[in-house]
């Protein structure tokens, strides 16, 4: 059964900063680019970033480009987002996503679709 459990959320204030992690399990984590996602409170869920099996150059939204860096270690099956900067827009809901293993691109990597297993989530709050 594929398991993803995120941690590290809390309240912080504007310009502080948070570190995510998603542990995984049940799959083989090694073999699957991975994801993030997040929603906010009468938002529809928005794509956050996504990383690929070697971990290199991943995929970011717009509004987190240069403030948001995803990571991953396959040796402990582990997803991570570091967030810096934070401003209040960014209190939301944050999940980790497992890929339904198929190829994306610019155009597509943002697509819930695109994921097959959701952790439960770890809130941010951004408040001063």
């Known amino acids: 059964e594929v398991t993803l459990v995120e941690s590290g959320g809390g309240l912080v204030q504007p310009g502080g900063s948070l570190r995510l992690s998603c542990a995984a399990s049940g799959f083989r984590f090694g073999s699957y680019s991975m994801g993030w996602f997040r929603q906010a409170p009468g938002k529809e869920r928005e794509a956050v970033s996504r990383?690929?099996?070697?971990?290199?150059?991943?995929y970011y939204t717009d509004s987190v480009k240069g403030r948001f860096t995803c990571s991953r270690d396959n040796a402990n099956n582990m997803l991570y987002l570091q967030l810096n900067s934070l401003t209040p827009e960014d209190t939301a809901m944050y999940y980790c996503a497992k890929s339904d293993g198929t190829r994306v691109d610019g155009a597509t990597w943002f697509l819930p679709e695109r994921y097959n297993a959701w952790g439960q989530g770890t809130q941010v709050t951004v408040s001063s």
């Open positions: 990383i690929r099996i070697d971990g290199r150059s991943p």
